[in-house]
T-cell receptor, first 111, second 112 residues
Framework: RKEVEQDPGPFNVPEGATVAFNCTYSNSASQSFFWYRQDCRKEPKLLMSVYSSGNEDGRFTAQLNRASQYISLLIRDSKLSDSATYLCVVIPYSSASKIIFGSGTRLSIRP | DVKVTQSSRYLVKRTGEKVFLECVQDMDHENMFWYRQDPGLGLRLIYFSYDVKMKEKGDIPEGYSVSREKKERFSLILESASTNQTSMYLC???????????FGSGTRLTVV
């Protein structure tokens, strides 16, 4: 089993829709969690951290479920500019210098 | 904002050449990383460094070496480039364990 797993998609949704995707992780002792966004042929950019209590940044909501070992990202009122690949990132306690990336979920917003 | 700068966006090199990829960060971060990204394989860690002159192998170090003589600079070296090293190379730095990475804009290397 991979340490971090994501549905590769693509998720193809109409503009204005709400879309959510999950990321599961295998190490129960994982420490920190993030969502990154990567546009085609560009570098990944930090979208938001994921806190235990859940957190929101505008149209984006991130949640952590430690019991079931997954994080989620919800995008409301999706825009064409949200089309990208979303990578989840997990930092384990055991190796604080190493970050584990999911392979990404591709999202495509159609007009 | 932290800036991570990679010296080249695109490089074309011949098989057998020695290739240097340079990365500089401007925020005094201790941790720096080199990844490669390939379609279907995601990001794979090549090497990382947690301090000057310190380095550790990542998941795929074979065929690569690194150098960290100064805190702000982390270089990736392909000792003898091969076609299977054609890839997007991403450098990143990080302040501490609770913080995410900041990536450079990447170097797309083609080995012919």
């Amino acid at each position: 089993r991979k340490e971090v797993e994501q549905d590769p998609g693509p998720f193809n949704v109409p503009e204005g829709a709400t879309v959510a995707f999950n990321c599961t992780y295998s190490n129960s002792a994982s420490q920190s969690f993030f969502w990154y966004r990567q546009d085609c042929r560009k570098e990944p950019k930090l979208l938001m951290s994921v806190y235990s209590s859940g957190n929101e940044d505008g149209r984006f909501t991130a949640q952590l479920n430690r019991a079931s070992q997954y994080i989620s990202l919800l995008i409301r009122d999706s825009k064409l500019s949200d089309s990208a690949t979303y990578l989840c990132v997990v930092i384990p306690y055991s190796s604080a210098s190493k970050i584990i990336f999911g392979s990404g979920t591709r999202l495509s917003i159609r007009p | 904002d932290v800036k991570v700068t990679q010296s080249s966006r695109y490089l074309v090199k011949r098989t057998g050449e020695k290739v240097f990829l340079e990365c500089v960060q401007d925020m005094d971060h201790e941790n720096m990383f080199w990844y490669r990204q390939d379609p279907g394989l995601g990001l794979r860690l090549i090497y990382f460094s947690y301090d000057v002159k310190m380095k550790e192998k990542g998941d795929i170090p074979e065929g690569y070496s690194v150098s960290r003589e100064k805190k702000e600079r982390f270089s990736l070296i392909l000792e003898s480039a091969s076609t299977n090293q054609t890839s997007m190379y991403l450098c990143a730095s990080r302040d501490g364990v609770d913080y995410g990475y900041t990536f450079g804009s990447g170097t797309r290397l083609t080995v012919v």
